[in-house]
Nanobody, 117 residues
Framework: QVQLVESGGGLVQPGGSLRLSCAAS????????MGWYRQAPGKQRELVAAITSGGSTNYADSVKGRFTISRDNAKNTVYLQMNSLKPEDTAVYYCNALYSEEYLEVWGQGTLVTVSS
């Protein structure tokens, strides 16, 4: 089993920055990929960024050039650095991990990001 705990959300003005953290625990050796999703009010959850165990990354078109996903293997933590934030980035951000040979899925509890002046 893998457990995820997110932190780092909050209120930020347009154009500002935030860094989200997702700490993994449990069977971390079995993690294949981790990602960040977001869900705005009245909208479906969408992939924001993902990183594989090999270090490959991919991003939603809407955040390319503004957001960066990275990981610290020593801390078992994945980060989402968000720059040049826009009001449309407002959402609950969820950390996700795929683990084991069966690619089981686990979610964090979510952290709210609000971009507003």
């Amino acid at each position: 089993q893998v457990q995820l705990v997110e932190s780092g959300g909050g209120l930020v003005q347009p154009g500002g920055s935030l860094r989200l953290s997702c700490a993994a625990s449990g069977s971390i050796f079995s993690i294949n990929a981790m990602g960040w999703y977001r869900q705005a009010p009245g909208k479906q959850r969408e992939l924001v960024a993902a990183i594989t165990s090999g270090g490959s990354t991919n991003y939603a078109d809407s955040v390319k050039g503004r957001f960066t996903i990275s990981r610290d293997n020593a801390k078992n933590t994945v980060y989402l650095q968000m720059n040049s934030l826009k009001p449309e980035d407002t959402a609950v951000y969820y950390c996700n991990a795929l683990y084991s040979e069966e690619y089981l899925e686990v979610w964090g509890q979510g952290t709210l990001v609000t971009v507003s002046s």
